[in-house]
């Protein structure tokens, strides 16, 4: 059988991997530097802890899992003969593969609540699942790196997420902008366009706008039967200033007695000005009316963050999401989240060429193997090496030299190491540096406090 990959999957080389720990190293400072602590939960759930939680398309891209032994044992004879999947997925399959992060992390706070300390601080590095289709920076197995904070209300947990963005992607050397919306800004839309019972659908539409246009947008509307005349009134949706505060403006005239609306604008205009107060290029926030994210949990601020330079999509996003943990039964714990895409941070990381040397692991020396008691002795100060942290290893055969260089240059080793018959007499050492092509003899002494 010919060896393949599942789509959207990959396998990750010891170069992509030392690059990935590089920018999961630097969250992951960052995260505990605001506050945040670890958590880790299984990589699969119930399905009905998933299931309902992220809107009619999300809820099909959820990986389901088989149950075990003879899944159709218990099916109902009659969804089978009429095909009904939906019916048929309960009955085949009780369990499912994470979709994001926050959801497990709502059930795990509805379970634990009583142990907690509020505000709650956590972040969580882990790989998610997508039933999607595979695309640039788009893959069905990818990692999420999230920070949440639940049970406080307060507006500067918002601010303070802005801030956590901006100082990580700085860290990360990439420009950024970050998206905001609120969710309470949608619903005052939806009322003023007299649409409140198709909210959803209008938002899962209006949230495509970056990817079909406004062409797209409304065709979507008019499918998802919203009138034409509603589709008006929301028009200057499409023709928003470049001023985020003047936007906002514009918003509180047309939500005068829209209680909803109104309560939004205040909650998004006090997250801009306080970032700005606190020394935010207005460059940096962009107020996008349009952005949506899909997910019916968001009740509040919304966030994507997109690169400035590389065209990725979104590489970042998150909102707040107070009523999450009512579904598993537990009421008052508002939460707000912020997510970091670290499969789209490599490629947009790669291709600005950012990475710097040090994240690629490498092995510092390569001692050749001249077989006999210098291959013992090599490996005494290999032994040495190790104590101090420095990486270094042994060529495994007493091969030809140009063989022992041949490999040390395709794993991108710094030095050869050579300790023959004649080091060995004098008491000293010869490397070569396999970069800059300069070779030194040194004592062992000198090279053993390098």
């Known amino acids: 059988m010919k060896p393949s990959l599942a789509k959207g999957t990959r396998d990750f080389t010891a170069e992509e991997v030392s690059r990935r720990k590089y920018i999961i190293n630097i969250l992951q400072k960052n995260f505990e530097l605001f506050g945040f602590q670890p958590l880790e939960t299984p990589s699969f759930e119930n399905l009905s802890t998933l299931t309902g939680k992220y809107g009619e398309e999300g809820d099909r891209l959820i990986f389901k899992i088989l149950n075990s032994g003879d899944y159709t044992s218990k099916v109902n004879q009659e969804d089978w003969d009429n095909k009904s999947h939906q019916k048929l997925t309960s009955q085949i399959s009780d369990k499912a593969l994470r979709y994001d992060l926050t959801v497990p992390f709502a059930r795990f706070v509805a379970m634990n609540h009583g142990k907690l300390t509020f ?31 639940v049970g406080s209300e307060s507006l500067f947990q918002e601010v303070d ?40 659908d209008f ?3 209006l949230d495509k706008l970056d990817k079909i246009g406004k062409e797209g947008v409304v065709k ?27 936007n906002l403006l514009q918003l509180k005239e047309k939500f005068v007695g829209n209680e909803v609306g109104t309560k939004g604008v205040e909650e998004l205009e006090f997250v801009l000005t306080k970032s700005i107060s606190l020394g935010v290029d207005i460059q940096n926030l962009v107020f996008d009316i349009t952005l949506a994210r899909g997910l019916d ?19 970042g996003g998150g909102g707040r999401y107070d009523n999450l943990t009512e579904v598993f039964g537990v009421k008052n714990i508002p939460g707000i989240g912020i997510s970091f895409g670290l499969d789209r941070i490599y490629l947009v990381v790669e291709e600005l060429g950012l990475f710097p ?7 510092e020396y390569l001692f050749a193997n001249f077989g006999g008691e210098e291959t013992l002795e090599a490996l005494k100060l290999i032994m040495q090496l190790r104590e101090k942290g420095i990486s270094a290893e042994l060529y495994p055969e007493n091969a030809k030299i140009g063989k022992q260089f041949t490999y040390a240059e395709k794993k991108g080793i710094k030095n050869l190491v050579f300790l023959g018959e004649e080091e060995l007499k004098n008491g000293n050492i010869t490397y070569k540096d396999l970069a800059a092509g300069e070779q030194k003899t040194v004592s062992l002494e000198e090279f053993l406090g390098n």
């Open 119 to 149: 505000p709650y601080k956590r972040y969580q590095i882990q790989p998610v699942w997508r039933a999607d289709r595979p695309q640039k920076g788009r893959f069905r197995e990818f990692y999420q790196c999230d920070a949440d904070v």
């Open 161 to 200: 997420l802005v801030q956590l963005y901006l100082k990580s992607f700085a860290d990360l050397k990439v420009p950024v902008t970050i998206h905001l919306n609120n969710r309470k800004i949608l619903s005052g839309l939806a009322e003023y366009a007299g649409i409140t019972d198709k909210l959803i």
């Open 203 to 205: 938002t899962v539409a």
């Open 220 to 246: 979507e509307l008019l499918e998802r039967e919203i009138s034409q005349e509603s589709i008006d009134k929301l028009d200057f949706l499409f023709t928003q200033s470049d001023d985020a505060l003047e």
């Open 297 to 315: 949990y968001y009740t509040g601020a919304i966030f994507e963050v997109k690169a400035d330079e590389v065209q990725m999509g979104s590489i």
């Open 357 to 363: 040397e040090e994240a690629t692991s490498k092995v």
